[in-house]
């Protein structure tokens, strides 16, 4: 009974995951397609953020990336609460409430667009800080909790999500001038004029969020119930 009542709230989990990592790329996917300045200029992943695309007045179709940053992620989220309840470790409950607490600040980002300035670095912030956290305590769930969500294809995604992560954060305090005055990488998400061919803070913002999203498909996957 045990067993078939896991695998039922496994099913679930792996369900809603692969909704929000699927409504994530699908609104991202439609929104780089249709984006489009007024000079006509499209999107770049070298020198335009995640922060221009749900710009409402820049993007006609910022609705699309908005929609599917908040509906995706708050799937991602109940992946994460219904994983808990078969937690095999109990090092499985800070990684997961991290892990949700990741996709709830990125389903912020898509709730507070860029327009929300305020609201919208924060999000941006603490969407970083939360996913360089919990890479670190899914490290501290494999390793010293012992847990079952194991290969070695998610170990390699989690340190490399780690690095990116943990590199937008920290790369501009190293002084290597990359932003003016040393300024956060999230508070350099919009550039009106002189936009740069290759501007970092679009770079590390895109690897960071590209790893992570490849790391959480991962864990998901290694979540699904198996067939009998």
Known sequence: MVART??????????????GIFGLLLGLMLS???????????FSFLNHTLSELGHYGHSDFAVIING???FGSLSA???????????DSSWSYPFFACLGLTFFCLAAVGLF??????????????FFIFGSASSMFYGLYLFVGRGRLFSRSTSVLAIIA???MSAFLLV???GFELTEGGRAFYHEL?????????????IFEWVGIASFVAWSASVMLSLRPRVS
């Open 6 to 19: 896991n695998n039922k709230v496994s099913t679930l989990a792996f369900r809603f995951g692969m909704l």
């Open 32 to 42: 780089v397609l249709t984006f489009k300045l007024y000079d006509g200029e499209g």
């Open 68 to 70: 599917g940053l908040f």
């Open 77 to 87: 989220v109940l992946f994460c609460l219904f994983s808990l309840q078969i937690a």
């Open 113 to 126: 667009p860029i327009n929300v300035y305020h609201l919208h670095i924060v999000a941006i912030k603490y």
């Open 162 to 164: 780690f690095v990116n």
């Open 172 to 174: 501009p305090l190293l």
């Open 190 to 202: 919009l550039v009106e004029v002189h936009r740069p061919a290759i501007w970092w803070p679009a």
